[in-house]
């Protein structure tokens, strides 16, 4: 009597018999812990460890030297992006660790200066399971991974022209800008970005003296001359 020996499972394309291990670096405990279970349901992948700040996220690389750091770029209330400083931290001394961004800002110059500190990857967190997971084995594969969103971002971005030096805005400030420009108030901007009334009249204050005006819509026509908006 013959015996059918079961064929072996089929794994996706990407996955070579190597595992990819991955560090969760996110602030939200609830966030790692779905990612976590996503993760390793995937053959190939291993989470090793998970960092809630920028300080755990660079001993941790240290000791376990991951494959690929998943990485949010807001890692605490007080800053939308202290993920770019641990990007290019990480970048500048382990550049083994390839960095995947995975976060819920999307923005032109955003996107691009996650990828000069070094990302090597940037994805939004509504991403499906399958786009996240070709994206790690992408990035652990050397090449890069951007979705759509993302990668339209980065163009338009690239072809935006750079602010003056007397003008320079940091990239939360081009985006209260941005709803400056539609009309929105400090309250309004606060809902929008998830930040705080006070929050947004600080970036608001901020933006108006960059660009040497006393009032929300002369700072909307400069901005405008400057090619920011």
């Given at each position: 009597m013959n015996v059918l020996t079961p064929s072996p499972p089929q794994l996706p394309p990407a996955y070579d018999g190597d595992v990819?291990?991955?560090?969760?670096?996110d602030d939200h405990a609830i966030v790692r812990r779905g990612l976590r279970s996503i993760l390793e349901r995937e053959p190939g992948l291993r989470v090793v460890a998970e960092a809630a700040t920028a300080t755990e996220a660079l001993a941790l690389v240290n000791t376990m030297r991951p494959r690929i750091v998943l990485l949010d770029l807001k890692l605490s209330s007080s800053s939308d992006v202290e993920g770019l400083d641990l990007c290019a931290s990480l970048t500048a001394r382990h550049p083994e660790a390839l960095i995947l961004v995975l976060t819920t800002f999307l923005d032109d110059q955003l996107v691009l200066q996650a990828i000069r500190a070094g990302a090597r990857g940037y994805v939004v967190k509504d991403v499906d399971t399958s786009g996240l997971v070709r994206a790690?084995?992408?990035?652990?594969?050397?090449?890069?991974?951007?979705?759509?969103?993302?990668?339209?971002?980065?163009?338009?971005?690239?072809?935006?022209?750079?602010?003056?030096?007397?003008?320079?805005?940091?990239?939360?400030?081009?985006?209260?800008l941005e709803l400056l420009a539609r009309g929105l108030s400090n309250r309004a901007i606060g809902r929008q970005l998830y930040i705080s009334d006070t929050t947004a009249k600080f970036h608001v204050g901020n933006i108006l003296r960059k660009l040497g005006v006393s009032r929300r819509a002369e700072a909307v026509y400069e901005a405008s001359k400057l090619g920011l908006l």
């Amino acid at each position: 009597m013959n015996v059918l020996t079961p064929s072996p499972p089929q794994l996706p394309p990407a996955y070579d018999g190597d595992v990819i291990d991955v560090l969760l670096v996110d602030d939200h405990a609830i966030v790692r812990r779905g990612l976590r279970s996503i993760l390793e349901r995937e053959p190939g992948l291993r989470v090793v460890a998970e960092a809630a700040t920028a300080t755990e996220a660079l001993a941790l690389v240290n000791t376990m030297r991951p494959r690929i750091v998943l990485l949010d770029l807001k890692l605490s209330s007080s800053s939308d992006v202290e993920g770019l400083d641990l990007c290019a931290s990480l970048t500048a001394r382990h550049p083994e660790a390839l960095i995947l961004v995975l976060t819920t800002f999307l923005d032109d110059q955003l996107v691009l200066q996650a990828i000069r500190a070094g990302a090597r990857g940037y994805v939004v967190k509504d991403v499906d399971t399958s786009g996240l997971v070709r994206a790690i084995r992408d990035v652990a594969g050397g090449g890069s991974a951007f979705d759509a969103r993302s990668a339209a971002a980065m163009i338009r971005g690239v072809n935006t022209p750079v602010p003056t030096e007397d003008s320079q805005l940091t990239s939360r400030e081009l985006e209260v800008l941005e709803l400056l420009a539609r009309g929105l108030s400090n309250r309004a901007i606060g809902r929008q970005l998830y930040i705080s009334d006070t929050t947004a009249k600080f970036h608001v204050g901020n933006i108006l003296r960059k660009l040497g005006v006393s009032r929300r819509a002369e700072a909307v026509y400069e901005a405008s001359k400057l090619g920011l908006l």
